[in-house]
Protein backbone atom coordinates (compact mmCIF):
# COMPACT_ATOMS: atom_id res chain seq x y z
CA UNK A 1 0.00 0.00 0.00
CA UNK A 2 2.96 2.41 0.00
CA UNK A 3 2.61 3.41 -3.73
CA UNK A 4 -0.89 4.38 -2.94
CA UNK A 5 0.36 6.27 0.06
CA UNK A 6 3.31 8.01 -2.35
CA UNK A 7 0.29 8.37 -4.79
CA UNK A 8 -2.18 10.40 -3.20
CA UNK A 9 1.19 12.29 -1.96
CA UNK A 10 3.67 13.43 -4.40
CA UNK A 11 5.87 13.82 -1.37
CA UNK A 12 9.74 13.29 -0.61
CA UNK A 13 8.12 10.49 1.60
CA UNK A 14 7.88 8.68 -1.35
CA UNK A 15 11.27 7.07 -0.57
CA UNK A 16 9.95 5.92 3.25
CA UNK A 17 7.22 4.33 1.64
CA UNK A 18 9.02 2.45 -1.29
Do not use: I, M, Q
Request: aromatic fraction near 6%.
Amino acid sequence: TGSRASRAVPLPSVGLFR
